[in-house]
Nanobody, 120 residues
Framework: VHLAESGGGLVQAGGSLRLSCAAS????????MGWFRQAPGKERELVAS????????YAESVKGRFTISRDGNAWNMLYLQMNSLKPEDTAVYYC??????????????WGQGTLVTVSS
């Protein structure tokens, strides 16, 4: 599985951006996907995730502002709609896929990241 993010950029506070993550390869082995972010000097943190059944989970800091989605039931495209952006949302955003590789286990595959900068 290969992941490629796009859609990052510079936006003013209060604005919106939509991130996309294109998955290729054996996407049928993907069990869940998520968006993570890492701000300068901080650890990478979960922003939002979505399971194979469509259940979503959000960090408290983005609830009500960000929405994670995918194209139907497939894992080809993952999105993160970000509204009411704040300067503290500035970070490199990464797409991650949980890939089932055997009965016993799975691996995590990461994209290269896309930079989101929110100016005040």
């Amino acid at each position: 599985v290969h992941l490629a993010e796009s859609g990052g950029g510079l936006v003013q506070a209060g604005g919106s951006l939509r991130l996309s993550c294109a998955a290729s390869g054996t996407t049928f082995q993907i069990n869940a996907m998520g968006w993570f972010r890492q701000a300068p000097g901080k650890e990478r943190e979960l922003v939002a995730s979505i399971s194979s059944g469509g259940s979503t989970n959000y960090a408290e800091s983005v609830k009500g502002r960000f929405t994670i989605s995918r194209d139907g039931n497939a894992w080809n495209m993952l999105y993160l709609q970000m509204n009411s952006l704040k300067p503290e949302d500035t970070a490199v955003y990464y797409c991650r896929a949980t890939v089932i590789v055997s009965i016993e286990g799975s691996i995590e595959v990461w994209g290269q990241g896309t930079l989101v900068t929110v100016s005040s």
